[in-house]
């Protein structure tokens, strides 16, 4: 008998069946997906880095003449347990050419190494550790071939030094040391055969071969202390700094992650109010059977083997369709990343299992109110007479809204519990996109120079080539910033070109030797930066260091710091500390009078511009697309481009915060289509009652739309309250362990964050249940007589 | 006398499992201003199908309904809407109200819809306890409909029909979920407003319901078998008797 009453009753409320079935499927393809993920990113970088056979400390060096120092230091190292080095040789966007012009855009060092004498795993894009390159094919690092629209088979040459030698694309490697965007340093893996016969050419003997060194050590310190000294060398970083040089990723790890704990509370918080909202519709059967004598206990389980049908067939459905949703979601992290396998079949069936085990908890509580409901309730429909809490708020007579506007707004009130979960759900969709509209905003925003510790400038040239030049001392520095002065002159734009220039130098702190990058700049001055605490050094003697590095070394304002400067000790005051988001936050900054010597340095952002007939950013716009064209380089920009190419985040975010956007869109007109459809369902007597009595169908329905736009308006209302605080507790943290110490300052864009997105929500809304409300239509006012 | 409701010929067919039921068959009446009519018949007969179908609540199958002289079968649902707001007042079995709003609110709904002469909600509100004073229920303006007995429910249910002063007032079984005690004083404001002139159609089981009213059609199998018209100088207890053996006649 119980299978025949089930299978009636499921036949019998198909809406409302097929509503709470499809929150099932939700639940369970968001919980899968979402508790996957979660566990994917939590464990990700870890892994990745176990995968790809990470040291705890790196080297990149360069060969002075064929001579290795690190090498000789590590050899003979007590603090260096074992190390591991991998040659390679130094190239740039401009010795790799396809039919005369540049094959690829990419404006930091690259580097060419053998498949053979790698110490290191690489990735290609299915996540297999490329173990063979055919001679005359080479893989390249993410999304450098993807940007330049590289295909695999594409045949270029690599023209360096005497060497001119064809190759042809094999695909995209994975490169776990430096293939995060803020790393940006693209590896070329090639055949042994092949690396051989451009490393013995003598000019690249000479200015473009180095090494990469993994190292092995218990003790970092020490290991920094020791070879602090050591020369030619480009980077040193440990295990810790290249985790955090994934922060990029880890912003939109973060994000999806948040998205997915988002997405498994909204629909549990659904699927618990549609459960107890449609047992407390079924107050008739229950009184009902409660009068031809069943027992609570029966009930209960009839309900009970009811929900678990459902939530049964919506898990198994939920769980196939969480494996294509899950990948979707990570997608955009795993494109530079080895993640775990991204889609566990035993979790997967876990979470299921646990959706499914909630379900029958919450019918189980829901079903605690059979006991209260007596066979009354089937003969008064539910009105006992005994219930005496008040429901209407407003009252008609002494307001002036007509009845339509009248009726939604006392419904929102009258019914706070239902209208407050729905209005929950629209914030929570609305916060997420505006929060992530803010940071992507933030992050391609001049607000971002101060963080990266540059002045602002017309234009900013990212010209690897000439800083390569600089670096291995082809040319000096300032006869590179000479050169494209001068062709700015000849092709009548005079401006004024300067560079902040990077030193790996060995400081001596607390009787603690470390290694790190210091920036200098002759053209500006130390006080056009920004400082958290203290005075801007103004002596030569002066140094301002930031947050991290300051703590890193227990030194504050007014401690003394001595640097080795070509051999030579120099003491420098600290007069300031800034925040930085530069070498993932480790940096100090030399005062401009300071004289330091340009073969010293080892790195740049890239050249600044500033035009002296001070043009509007208009002119500026069409000079720097005229600068591409004279210097056969796309890496020219404006402040904001410059800030979103050294970021390389901000349009990763904007695709993020569109994909958020599109799953909050999907789950708002869900939401928006099942509440409605169970409002009419639940509802049917009234809409026949307004029919009877004289109400159209486009009032009712304007009635019922109503109620859902002053839930998306209240939503919209606190979205926008919690932006900042979500803002500050989800953002803020990522940008710390950055080195944005202090806070980072956000860029917002009220059109986009106030008014477009909430316009594309509230729409979104209303036109969804709108559409749904034209069910109305079907119930006629004679259904007054029908009506259970 | 004007004729306020006509039916000709009046046909309502459902069609349940491919099976073809005719519930009304070729149906004629019609319902003079200030009449009280009542239709009467066995369960399953027709009753409330003919007071949907001529309130047109419901559509007809074939026939014509003729409201105040406008044919309903021939009005969009836009224009049934506006003659039930505005020219009809309803009043159901099972009271239905608005769970929401309170019973005054309920009361003044169809009358702030209509928004006749552009009166002020105030004021419609002051007509809604008026009206509520005079059928002895101003004590529960302000209560919820769940805080208030089936019989001053009931009467809150013919306070709302009456609000936008309508042509004709059609009751569903308007007493048959009432006790005896509430059903007499419904019947009796009820009859007092058919007294005041407003014409009326009831639907009922009930022979002292049915004994109120003017004229009683007996409905069988979709057809009007009978009609009887009371005498209407005699006492509520004659007139049920004679109605009680007319029925009886008619195979009751």
Known sequence: ?788 | MNTVLEARDLCKTYIVNKRQNNVLRNVSFSVNEGEMIGIMGPSGSGKSTLLYTVSGMDKMTAGEVFFCGKNLSAMREKELAAARLEDMGFIFQQMYMMKNLSVLDNIILPAVRAAKHHESNKKIAQRGRELMKRLGIAEIAGNDINEVSGGQLQRACICRSMINHPKIIFADEPTGSLNRTSSEEVMEELAKLNADGTTMMIVTHDVKVASRCGKVLFIVDGNIKGEYVIDSGANLRDRERSLNHWLMEMGW
């Not at chain 1, 590179?480 to 060995?506: C, G, H, R």
């Not at chain 1, 035009?611 to 716009?621: A, G, L, R, T, Y």
Request: proline content about 2%.
């Open chain 1, 1 to 788: 008998m119980y299978r025949r009453i089930i299978l009636r009753d499921l036949k019998r409320k198909k809406t409302m069946n097929i509503i709470l079935l499809l929150f099932v499927v939700l639940s369970a393809m968001f919980t899968a997906s979402g508790v996957n993920n979660i566990m994917v990113v939590e464990r990700g970088l870890d892994h990745y880095f176990e995968e790809a056979g990470m040291a705890d400390y790196y080297i990149l060096s360069h060969k002075s003449n064929g001579r290795d120092t690190v090498e000789e230091l590590l050899r003979n190292s007590e603090n260096a347990k074992a190390y591991q080095k991998d040659d390679v040789i130094f190239t740039s966007e401009e010795n790799f050419k396809r039919s005369g012009k540049k094959l690829m855009e990419y404006s930091n060092i690259s580097m060419v190494q053998s498949i053979s004498d790698s110490n290191f795993n690489f990735f290609d894009e299915n996540d297999n550790v490329i173990d063979h390159v055919e001679q005359g094919k080479m893989y390249i690092t993410g999304a450098v071939p993807k940007r330049s629209d590289l295909q695999i088979g594409d045949k270029f040459t690599l023209k360096i030094g005497e060497i001119n030698m064809k190759f042809e694309f094999a695909g995209t490697l994975k490169d776990a040391l430096f293939g995060s965007e803020m790393m940006g340093n693209p590896r070329m893996l090639i055949s042994e055969e092949d690396y051989k016969k451009i490393a013995n050419d003598d000019q690249v003997k000479q200015y473009a071969s180095g090494s990469v060194y993994y190292i092995e050590t218990d003790n970092l310190s020490a290991l920094q202390s020791e070879i602090a000294d050591a020369e030619d060398i480009y980077l040193m970083i440990d295990n810790d700094t290249v985790k955090l040089s994934y922060f990029m990723n880890m912003i939109v790890a973060t994000i999806i992650l948040i998205l997915s704990i988002g997405l498994i509370i909204v629909s549990f918080v659904v699927l618990r109010f549609t459960i107890g909202f449609t047992i407390a519709e079924e107050f008739r059967e229950i009184g009902v059977m409660k009068a031809i004598g069943l027992k609570n206990n029966s009930i209960r389980s009839l309900y009970l083997a009811k929900y678990f049908c459902i939530s049964f067939v919506g898990a198994v459905v939920g769980y196939f369709l969480n494996i294509p949703f899950g990948k979707m979601l990570i997608k955009s992290v795993s494109e530079n990343m080895v993640l775990e396998s991204q889609n566990s079949a035993v979790i997967g069936v876990l979470c299921c299992v646990a959706v499914v085990l909630v379900i029958l908890f919450f019918s189980w509580s829901c079903t605690g109110k059979i006991k209260k409901l007596s066979p009354i309730d089937a003969v008064r429909s539910g009105q006992t007479g005994e219930r005496f809490h008040k429901k209407s708020i407003l009252h008609l007579g002494k307001t002036r809204l007509k009845s339509t506007a009248f009726l939604s707004i006392n419904d929102v009130f009258s019914q706070p519990k239902q209208f407050t979960i729905i209005t929950a759900i629209f914030t929570i969709c609305t916060v997420f996109v505006m929060v992530l509209s803010v940071t992507a905003n933030t992050l391609g925003s001049q607000k971002m120079l101060k963080m990266l510790g540059i002045t602002k400038s017309d234009v900013y040239f990212l010209d690897s080539k000439r800083i390569t030049d600089a670096i291995s001392g082809v040319k000096d520095v300032d006869e590179t910033k000479q050169e494209i002065s001068d062709i700015l002159a000849e092709n009548n734009m005079p401006a004024f070109v300067y560079i902040e220039e990077w030193y790996n130098l060995s400081v001596t702190a607390n009787d603690v030797k470390y290694k790190t990058n210091f920036v200098w700049c002759k053209d500006t001055k130390t006080t056009d930066y920004t400082y958290t605490k203290g005075v801007a050094p103004k002596y030569e003697n002066e140094v301002a260091l930031s947050e991290m590095l300051a703590e890193k070394m227990h030194v504050d304002i007014g401690d003394v710091l001595t640097l080795n400067i070509d051999g030579e000790d120099k003491e420098f005051i600290i007069t300031a500390l800034f925040q930085s988001v530069m070498q993932t936050g480790n940096v100090g900054r030399l005062c401009e009078k300071f004289e330091i010597p340009g073969n010293l340095m080892t790195g740049a952002v890239g050249y600044q511009i500033n035009f002296d007939d001070d043009p509007d950013e208009k002119i500026i716009s069409e000079r720097i697309e005229k600068l591409k064209d004279i210097f056969d380089n796309k890496n020219i920009y404006d402040t904001c481009g410059f800030v979103n190419a050294i970021t390389g985040v901000s349009d990763t975010i904007k695709s993020v915060r569109d994909f958020v956007l599109a799953i909050s869109i999907i789950v708002i007109i869900l939401i928006a289509v099942l509440m409605e459809h169970s409002f009419i369902s639940k509802e049917k007597s009234e809409i026949a009652l307004m029919k009877a009595i004289g109400f159209r169908n486009g009032a009712i329905m304007t009635q019922h739309t109503g109620r859902f736009l002053i839930s998306v308006i209240l939503a919209q209302i606190v979205a926008a309250g919690l932006c900042v605080p979500l803002l500050m507790l989800c953002i803020d943290p990522i940008f710390m362990t950055m080195g944005a110490t202090a806070g980072i300052e956000y860029q917002f864009n009220v059109l986009e964050q106030f008014v477009i997105y909430p316009l594309i929500i509230t729409a979104t809304v209303v036109i969804s249940a709108f559409l749904t409300a034209m069910h109305v239509g079907k119930i006629k006012a004679s259904d007054t007589a029908n009506i259970e």
